[in-house]
């Protein structure tokens, strides 16, 4: 069964600082999407990055990147120069592929906090 | 704004009654998704639309719980006799099927509370 893992569930980082927001995961699938998602105090989840898993570089989105381990089972979020709007909860979510399902799977988030 | 909308964002319902949510996707999205969220979570699969055919159902979606989508349009999560254990907030998702990688777009969300 599938599964994601995020242990922390706070971290604190300063402006301007980058921080990294651990995820790991568990699938039998061969094929899997790994996607973030950050959600503010306002409740919407708005997705950030994806990761597929038979994709060879690490993806990108701006001051977003995600570092990807294949052999380890994690895609941990890094962001780049944190803003004080980075404030919120993010969440790993995983999708396998060659089951067909089409729901994510996500962790229970980390809660993140840009100090000035 | 032609992002995913939810109706209404607050509902508070005392135990027994009946409720019903309404999500209208993004337009040309044929996929639609329902997630349910409970503090300090995160948000749980509930059931999944392609066009109006209802293709997967979480077991979390238990009796009282049902879905439409009529048209393939928006959709409504019923709630019957609402238990104080429904308490949550209930998200509604839409993806574009042909697009890889089919990220979902979530609405703002319904928060329910059952008193």
């Known amino acids: 069964a599938q599964k994601i893992t995020q242990t922390q569930p706070g971290m604190f980082v300063q402006e301007k600082e980058a921080v990294t927001l651990d995820c790991t995961y568990d699938t039998s699938d061969p094929s899997y999407g790994l996607f973030w998602y950050k959600q503010p105090s306002s409740g919407e989840m708005i997705f950030l990055i994806y990761?597929?898993?038979?994709?060879?570089q690490n993806a990108t989105e701006g001051r977003y990147s995600l570092n990807f381990q294949k052999a380890r089972k994690s895609a941990n979020l890094v962001i780049s120069a944190s803003q004080l709007g980075d404030s919120a909860m993010y969440f790993c979510a995983m999708r396998e592929v060659n089951t067909g399902f089409q729901k994510l799977v996500f962790g229970t988030g980390t809660r993140l906090l840009v100090s000035p | 704004d032609t992002g995913v909308s939810q109706d209404p964002r607050h509902k508070i319902t005392k135990r027994g009654q009946n409720v019903t949510f309404r999500c209208d996707p993004i337009?040309?999205?044929?996929?639609l998704y329902w997630y349910r969220q409970t503090l300090g979570q995160g948000p749980e699969f509930l059931t999944y639309?392609?066009?109006?055919?209802?293709?997967?159902k979480s077991r979390l979606l238990s009796d009282r719980f049902s879905a439409e989508r009529p048209k393939g349009s928006f959709s409504t999560l019923e709630i019957q006799r609402t238990e104080q254990g429904d308490s949550a907030m209930y998200l509604c998702?839409?993806?574009?099927?042909?697009?890889?990688?089919?990220?979902?777009?979530f609405g703002p969300g319904t928060r329910l509370t059952v008193t």
């Open positions: 998702a839409s993806s574009l099927g042909t697009v890889s990688p089919y990220e979902q777009y």
């Open positions: 990761q597929g898993s038979y994709d060879q």
């Open positions: 639309f392609q066009n109006e055919a209802q293709l997967e």
């Open positions: 337009s040309e999205h044929n996929r």
